[in-house]
């Protein structure tokens, strides 16, 4: 297994690691969302931009 570099996301709930697109889900409208697949927590419309 090669390591990936790529960013990961820590779930607030469960504290799990896992990476960003294994998580993160992008939709047509540009919203994101995020599921953790280890608990289950899902959060939707995520702001993937600060302005
Ligand atoms: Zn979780």
């Known amino acids: 297994m090669?390591?990936?570099s790529l960013p990961v996301v820590v779930?607030?709930?469960c504290n799990n690691a896992h990476n960003i697109e294994e998580v993160?889900?992008?939709?047509?409208?540009?919203?994101?969302i995020y599921h953790c697949p280890?608990?289950?927590?899902?959060v939707?419309?995520?702001?993937?931009?600060?302005?």
């Open 24 to 32: 993160l889900t992008a939709q047509s409208n540009q919203n994101v």
């Open 2 to 4: 090669e390591k990936i």
């Open 44 to 51: 939707k419309n995520i702001e993937t931009s600060k302005g």
């Open 38 to 42: 280890n608990c289950g927590y899902e």
């Open 11 to 13: 779930c607030p709930v």
